[in-house]
């Protein structure tokens, strides 16, 4: 299934695409995340929200490491480099940059969701959320630096560890669950 998929993708490309999938990719790049991160850091501890801070760095810094030790325990081999449109190295299995994003933006969302009072602004937050981890998700297809499996449980890695860490947040401090 995994290489009908990336065939299929293969076959679809074209130049504005292959641009907009290195831009798309790009919003996991180390400098973004660190200044988005940072930023982020910033705005909590300014609201004095310190759990929250602290929940950030958590969902990151977790997600990291999931990634590290399960890409070290499946050790599988990323597509063939002739299928790749970036050079990329290490394990495919699960999608780092899928699993990141995922824990990152999502815990962010859930964090503002505790900030913003309006159900729809929430909504819509969680949806822009959405749409930027699949995106960033389907661009590492698209690259042919992954495989559909890798990036389908990479968000599934980041998800579930940002959602694990919110549970165990709401627990500490139950007043922020609204």
Do not use: C
């Amino acid at each position: 299934m995994d290489n009908v998929i990336l065939g299929a993708v293969v076959k679809a490309r074209t130049p504005w695409l292959t641009t907009v999938s290195v831009d798309v990719t790009a919003l996991r790049s180390v400098t973004l995340v660190v200044v988005f991160s940072a930023f982020t850091f910033l705005v909590l501890l300014v609201l004095r929200d310190r759990l929250g801070a602290l929940q950030l760095l958590a969902a990151s810094t977790g997600a990291a490491i999931l990634t590290v030790v399960t890409k070290d325990m499946i050790e599988r081999l990323r597509p063939k480099e002739a299928q790749q449109l970036i050079v990329v190295s290490g394990f495919s299995y699960p999608s780092g940059h899928s699993a990141a994003t995922s824990a990152l933006y999502l815990t962010t969302a859930i964090i503002a969701g505790r900030h913003v009072h309006h159900s729809g602004a929430r909504a819509a937050l969680f949806i822009a959320v959405s749409m930027v981890i699949l995106m960033v998700a389907a661009s590492r297809v698209y690259l042919g630096v992954h495989f559909a499996t890798d990036v389908v449980s990479g968000i599934s890695l980041g998800a579930s560890w940002a959602l694990l860490l919110a549970g165990f947040f709401v627990r500490v401090n139950p007043r922020d669950s609204s």
